[in-house]
């Protein structure tokens, strides 16, 4: 059918208006046929669908994106190399994004309760050169640039699920329904998701991606690698009294609220107009089940050095998002019949450089590349990933992260053994599964926090999601899935003492008791979207799937 169906929004994006899809095909479904389709508009999609224009005009392209406008759901600290964005727009510092700082000082703290001391700066973590920038501001930026090549952009679209020709491979994906009530209804609004065809389908939904895992399991694309690891970042936006910051600043701490067996660190991201980036992150590879990650940042925020400088100050926005941060070692085949995998949701984050945009832009504009030269065939796109700098890059500090998991003494001394001899190391430390790593708390001593009183805002969670402006329908079905809600109450409560309610930074999970007994009650209109529940989960039975498009969080330059 016509691509040009969908009448233009101010702009030139492309509306989406399910009463201008008329032709049908032979399927149950409308259908819309592209050459490539790209899942997420993230950097790594959109620089792969502007590289692929470049190199070849001619094909068509377009990108799915579940949120109300393309940024809405991305979240990231975020400092870059610029290096990739400059080869892919040469000209862009003459026109650069609306929140965008040239990198100034650089600061790494250990921090102990009631102060720190300052450490030299990592090679890794020194930024000269690099840029502070809103990673959803630098993507809205992007988002017309791909157009005006010929990019179409769909914003509000979920993919739901694959879709798959006769011989099993991907085909393309399905967008969900719309207008669907919680019992499975249809609503007065009621649209049939389209079907969205291509001869290839680029995947770059992020850390943890919905039909990522699908994927991986259906084509056994992680059976030579380990698990793939993650940290969950959480991040807040401040306007501050004039005068506290100074832009380009950028200071990264590890230590207390921490303690040495869990892996923790924050960052602090001095922008202009008075306004501060700051967040913290905690490895999902924690074995205490009454931590929360949540709690743990507000604690950091209240330390005597981070309270001097937010006291005063207003939140502006707030959110949370898993961090993929496996490595080199958990990396999964890349490629699959009909599909290819890039950027975070292949796990190329280089953790000791708390970076990822540059590896997803060269990911993007490299398998757009590939593409070109293999006439649209993913085979080959794994090897030359592995054989590219990006991989070059994640194999130097492959053993960094996971030596972490023997205490923060044992984890800093291997680091500076692995940034001396340049990851030359001949051994390879192995990750495992971030949910395995839970003990159960009739085996576990917690550490004492030693936390302090907070008094800094939000007060709790479910004031921290009114910053994160999330929206979705209350009468839409459930989008966290618990396959055997009884385990909840029963073994769960027993074992772990309901881990979901304390890991979820949106305060999704709750037991309650009521006449009919203990349940578990699903606030899933307070989601984030973090993907933290699916990863965490000791039983591996909440399974997240995509709500309704359009839904989620609307982050403001976060």
């Not at 510092?93 to 300052?118: I, M, Q, Y």
């Amino acid at each position: 059918m016509r691509r040009d169906a969908h009448p233009a929004r101010p702009g030139g994006r492309p509306a989406y208006n399910p009463g201008a899809f008329k032709e049908m095909t032979m399927s149950d479904r409308e259908v819309m046929e592209y050459d490539v389709v790209t899942v997420g508009a993230g950097p790594a999609g959109l620089s792969f669908a502007m590289r692929l224009k470049q190199l070849r005009p001619e094909l068509s392209v377009c990108v799915i994106e579940k949120a109300s406008a393309v940024g809405a759901h991305i979240l990231s600290g975020a400092v870059i190399e610029p290096q990739p964005l400059d080869e892919l727009l040469p000209g862009w510092r003459d026109n650069p994004p609306p929140v965008c700082v040239p990198a100034g000082d650089d600061e790494f703290w250990l921090l102990s309760k009631t102060g720190g001391r300052k450490l030299p700066v990592p090679p890794g973590m020194r930024n000269h050169g690099n840029f502070i920038v809103s990673l959803g501001a630098l993507c809205a930026w992007l988002a017309p640039q791909a157009e005006a090549l010929g990019v179409e952009i769909f914003p509000g679209f979920a993919a739901a699920e694959p879709v798959f020709d006769e011989s099993g491979a991907v085909a393309g994906v399905r967008i969900g329904d719309m207008g669907i009530a919680r019992d499975g209804s249809h609503k007065p609004g009621y649209t049939q998701g389209i079907d969205i065809r291509a001869k290839v389908t680029v995947l770059a939904e992020g850390a943890r991606g919905h039909l990522t895992k699908q994927l991986v399991k259906r084509f056994g694309l992680d059976r030579d690698s380990d698990p793939q690891g993650y940290s969950i970042g959480i991040k807040e936006l401040w306007q501050l009294p004039s005068g506290r910051t100074k832009p380009g600043r950028i200071v990264h701490s590890f230590g207390w609220p921490a303690d040495n067996r869990t892996y923790g660190g924050s960052f602090v991201y001095h922008l202009e107009n008075d306004q501060v980036a700051i967040g913290y992150v905690s490895g999902l590879d924690y074995e205490d089940p009454r931590y929360q990650p949540y709690e743990a940042f507000q604690q950091w925020k209240n330390h005597p050095k981070m309270k001097a400088l937010l006291e005063g100050g207003n939140i502006l926005s707030a959110g949370a998002r898993a961090i993929v941060t496996g490595g080199y070692q958990s990396l999964p085949k890349v490629e699959m019949p009909g599909a290819l995998l890039i950027g975070d949701t292949a796990g190329l984050l280089n953790v000791p450089k708390v970076k990822g945009t540059h590896q997803a832009f060269r990911s993007g504009m490299l398998a757009a590349e590939h593409l070109v030269t293999s006439d649209l065939s993913p085979a080959g796109w794994d090897a030359r990933l592995r054989a590219s700098p990006a991989m070059s890059e994640l194999r130097k500090v492959r053993n960094i992260k996971p030596a972490f998991k023997k205490g923060l003494w044992f984890g800093l001394f291997n680091a500076a053994w692995e940034t001396v001899t340049g990851g030359r190391s001949p051994w390879t430390l192995r990750n495992k599964a971030d949910w395995s790593s839970l003990e159960k708390i009739g085996h576990y001593e917690s550490p004492k926090r030693d936390y302090v009183d907070r008094t800094l805002p939000p007060r709790d969670r479910l004031a921290g999601v009114y910053f994160a402006a999330t929206e979705h329908d209350e009468d839409q079905p459930v989008h966290l899935h618990v396959l055997d809600p009884q385990i909840c109450v029963t073994r769960c409560a027993e074992e772990y003492a309901n881990p979901c309610t304390r890991f979820c930074p949106a305060a999704v999970y709750e037991i309650v008791e009521d006449g009919a007994g203990k349940r578990l009650q699903i606030n899933a209109a307070n989601c984030v979207h973090c993907k933290t529940c699916d990863i965490k989960d000791p039983y591996q039975i909440i399974n997240w799937v995509t709500p309704e498009g359009g839904s989620g969080p609307n982050y403001q330059n976060l």
